[in-house]
């Protein structure tokens, strides 16, 4: 059984549900063609099959070893990153002129999914640098590009987010890492960090560590942070390193999943400074990580969806295969037992970590073609509006897709009942591994506040007003159709959530604690909608495509479209009580005092 998600699916998704071929006609990306996009595809997913699956247990069970000093891993981890860099993926989205491939954001993103499906600890790795190189290409000076940009796009070097603090967590206007400007040009460095994924390893020659600090002086609060490149090891003569920068690996921690990525705790300057080098602006940090980890959420969503639909594999395969009792109409104990997938509740659990896993992923790969718009689109308002549609979305696709994953991937250990609690099977590997998504990169409170304080009220609305006119826009298609039911039903969905935001946003300049006390439920909520909508552009795609398709198309199409229905039926509803608690402004968790907890 393959262990990443299905040719069929990524087809579908890239070039139906998202036309991805309509890319070639842009400049950046002539010299392409679907056979380039598809065997970039195919080389993603034999890499993932043949150098990450095989790994996926043996690297839960001997997790990251702290080794005189630096993080020690399994060597089949070395040998898949090797083949990751040798095959270009760290840099295939790179310009030309940087030793890039020009690769579209949505046909990389894409093809990381089968990273993702088959062994998240290892294939993070890949997407921590990818977003480190990438804050680098955007903000870093000449010379710091020239030193440290061509080794990490061919994995000599590997790249990290450093934000985290022992003494905070997500609110990084407290940090205390401090930077103290140097007489040439450089800084040095005194703080700790905590949780800094991939912080330590043995894999490659150095570490770039993007790291947030503060200059000596600055402004209080986020205002007052900048951005600093502090590597592992500093610059020699030439190419060569030189000696050992002041970054101490202070030790591993030790995770509930995703136990083959380093969880570390790092020091800086304990000897005196770790040297390091502004990245962009003074006090601008903040702003210029702001990138990277909202790109860094959109892969989390990726991640997520593919750790899901890995779940969703596996279970089916299960429920397919294994006979278990007999249909409620059945009387004769003599009969064959019938498989597991002829049973109603099975079929249910399936339905609904399809509905997910498809759904999440169609989303998250939507994101990235609005990514690819944002930047490549040849008219200038369509880039405007793709950003615009970006930002809104992107605390959905983050966090919707990490906690529905989470929730199909524990309905896969159900269809396999006591089996998927064993070992025996890697469904409860994937569960835990898929549980880490909904912390990182931003819990969901986060998110949601950023949702509805931030996105839907910055530049007077204009995300939130691109959102509701794309999505109306696509109604009105769905009916045409034929998908009236669903196309009303979403419609009714929209203005429920137009009314709740306006009349939240209106709450923010008077009681703005109260306002957002229900921020996670809108933000669910808004989940519902979004996924309403993405599921209701893949029905009208399956339910046009329909006519004339072979058997093995039309079960995919019929397959969306069943997906699509229970999605309608059964999880955009759940929206009318939350749009109830919602509009009254619900005060019972915001009324509820520390001292009851008792």
């Known amino acids: 059984m393959a262990n990443t998600i299905s040719e069929r699916e990524l087809a579908f998704l890239l070039y139906e549900f998202l036309d991805t071929d309509s890319l070639l006609q842009r400049e950046r990306y002539v010299s392409h063609s679907r056979e380039v996009f598809d065997a970039t595809l195919e080389t993603a997913r034999q890499l993932a099959e043949d150098l990450m699956a095989p790994h996926l247990h043996e690297a839960d069970e001997n997790e990251p070893k702290f080794v005189e000093g630096q993080a020690k891993l399994i060597a089949p981890t070395h040998v898949a990153w090797k083949a990751v860099a040798e095959t270009g993926f760290l840099s295939a989205h790179w310009n030309e002129d940087e030793g890039g491939l020009q690769l579209p954001e949505v046909v990389l993103r894409a093809a990381m999914s089968a990273f993702y499906a088959a062994n998240a600890g290892t294939a993070s790795y890949a997407m921590l640098t990818i977003g480190a190189s990438n804050l680098l290409r955007s903000f870093g000076s000449d010379a710091l590009k020239a030193r440290y940009l061509a080794p990490m796009g061919d994995g000599r070097f590997a790249g990290t987010m450093a934000l985290t603090e022992p003494s905070q967590g997500s609110a990084l206007g407290d940090i205390r890492t401090s930077a103290v400007a140097q007489p040439d040009g450089s800084y040095r460095l005194s703080g700790q960090k905590m949780f800094i994924s991939g912080g330590d390893q043995d894999m490659t020659e150095n570490i770039v560590h993007m790291v947030l600090a503060r200059i000596q002086g600055a402004p209080a609060g986020v205002k007052g942070i900048s951005l600093f490149l502090v590597p592992k090891w500093l610059p020699g003569e030439g190419d060569a390193l030189g000696e050992r920068n002041d970054v101490a690996l202070a030790g591993l921690l030790h995770k509930m999943g995703w136990r083959n990525t380093t969880s570390t705790v790092l020091s800086f300057g304990e ?142 250990i159900q269809v396999l009942g006591g089996a998927g609690y064993t070992r025996d099977y890697p469904l409860e590997q994937l569960y835990r591994d898929q549980r880490l998504n909904m912390i990182h990169e931003g819990a969901e409170a986060i998110h949601g506040i950023d949702l509805l304080s931030r996105k839907v009220v910055m530049e007077q609305g204009a995300g939130l007003r691109q959102f509701m006119d794309t999505v109306r826009r696509d109604v009105q298609r769905a009916a045409d159709a034929g998908l009236r039911q669903e196309a009303a039903a979403l419609g009714t969905a929209l203005d429920h959530l137009q009314e709740v935001s306006i009349a939240l946003t209106a709450l923010q300049r008077s009681e703005p604690d109260l306002a957002l006390a229900n921020a996670t439920v809108y933000l669910d909520a808004f989940g519902r909608v979004t996924l309403a909508w993405i599921w209701l552009r893949q029905g009208l795609v399956a339910t046009q495509a329909l006519t004339g398709a072979g058997t093995e198309a039309a079960n995919h199409y019929h397959g969306k479209l069943q997906a699509m229905r229970y999605f309608f039926q059964w999880e955009l509803p759940q929206t009318e009580a939350q749009w109830t608690l919602l509009a009254r402004v619900d005060r019972c968790a915001f009324d509820m005092h520390d001292a009851w907890f008792v």
């Open 271 to 412: 000897q005196g400074g770790a040297v390091g080098w502004l990245v962009g602006r003074e006090h601008q940090g903040l702003a210029h990580m702001f990138q990277m980890m909202n790109e860094a959420r959109i892969g989390v969503g990726v991640m997520s969806a593919s750790i899901a639909w890995r779940g969703f594999s596996e279970s089916l395969n299960y429920a397919r295969e294994r006979p278990q009792g007999r249909l409620p109409s059945c009387k004769d104990p003599l009969s064959p037992q019938v498989k597991l997938v002829e049973h109603a509740d099975v079929r249910r659990l399936l339905l609904a970590q399809k509905a997910y896993a498809e759904g999440s992923l169609a989303l998250c790969l939507y994101a990235c073609s609005l990514f690819e718009d944002q930047h490549t689109h040849p008219d200038v308002a369509a880039r405007e509006d793709a950003r615009q549609l970006l930002d809104v979305l992107t605390p959905v696709v983050k966090s919707w897709s990490a906690r529905y994953g989470a929730a199909a991937n524990d309905m896969a």
